[in-house]
């Protein structure tokens, strides 16, 4: 599996399921968290305009020397935002230097509700060519099925927090159905990386936790989106493709979730 490996979100489009995360990473720090990311291989950047960090992450876009159809570039609309989503797409466009970007996500249901009516403006921007896919992020399923049936357009993705220890395989299975990528957040952040279980398995292949819970995410085919602000563990969290977990150790660390945690 390479480290571009990726999922069709929608047609043409493609997602790598390794990407970096941003959140909590501003000014220099930011730009240069992104500029070795992409130095060491990621081809996807996690960034939301509430991170204050876009025009960061632009600039090391920038810098890279990467064509623009080599990195995937995902941004977020927050829910104070609705009723002026065209306006906010374009200030985030404008701050990555992009003319549009790969995926653009609600970044969390607005008032606690679907809100199909902000919806049919990520449909248009896609319509528009200002975004090639459009999702949601911190969504039920219930919600995802209120956005498709308001509108006929299911969201390409849903980010929600995930990880080994929040795995449920029926909501992983009510995403899959619906033909919605599930993208994990805070992969390592909700994990014990001292539990034992993990530790054993990590041995066994000579890796840290943490890797072994990226390739987790790998293995089933979940977008994930580590975060790290030095450039040792920026470049371990993507050193992740010399090995593979056995059936038994992913059904070990799938029972690391509770199960019953979502509907
Ligand atoms: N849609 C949403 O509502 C939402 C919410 C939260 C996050 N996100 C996205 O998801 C991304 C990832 O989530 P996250 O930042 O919350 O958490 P995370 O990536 O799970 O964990 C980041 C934390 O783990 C540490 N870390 C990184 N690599 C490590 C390693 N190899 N070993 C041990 N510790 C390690 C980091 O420390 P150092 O930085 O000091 O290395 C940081 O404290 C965010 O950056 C953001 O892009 C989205």
Known sequence: MPLDAAVEIAPGVQMPLLGFGTWQIRGATAAKAVADALAL????????QMYGNESQVGRALAESGLGRDEVFVT???????????RETLEESLEALGLDAVD????????????????WEHFIEARRDGLARAVGVSNYEVAQLDELARSTGCMPAVNQIEWGPAMYDASLAAAHR????????????RTTNLRDRRLGRIASAHGVTPAQVVIRWHLEHRFVVIPKSSHRERIAEN????GFELTADELAELDALGSGARRD
Request: hydrophobic fraction near 40%; aromatic fraction near 10%.
């Open 41 to 48: 291989g990621y081809r996807h950047v996690d960034t939301a």
């Open 75 to 85: 941004t977020k609309l927050w829910p104070d935002r609705a009723g002026r989503e």
């Open 103 to 118: 995926l653009w996500l609600i970044h969390w249901p607005v008032n606690g509700g679907a809100a199909p009516h902000v």
């Open 177 to 188: 159905e619906r033909g919605v990528q599930l993208e994990g957040y805070s992969p390592l």
């Open 238 to 241: 993507a050193d992740v493709l």
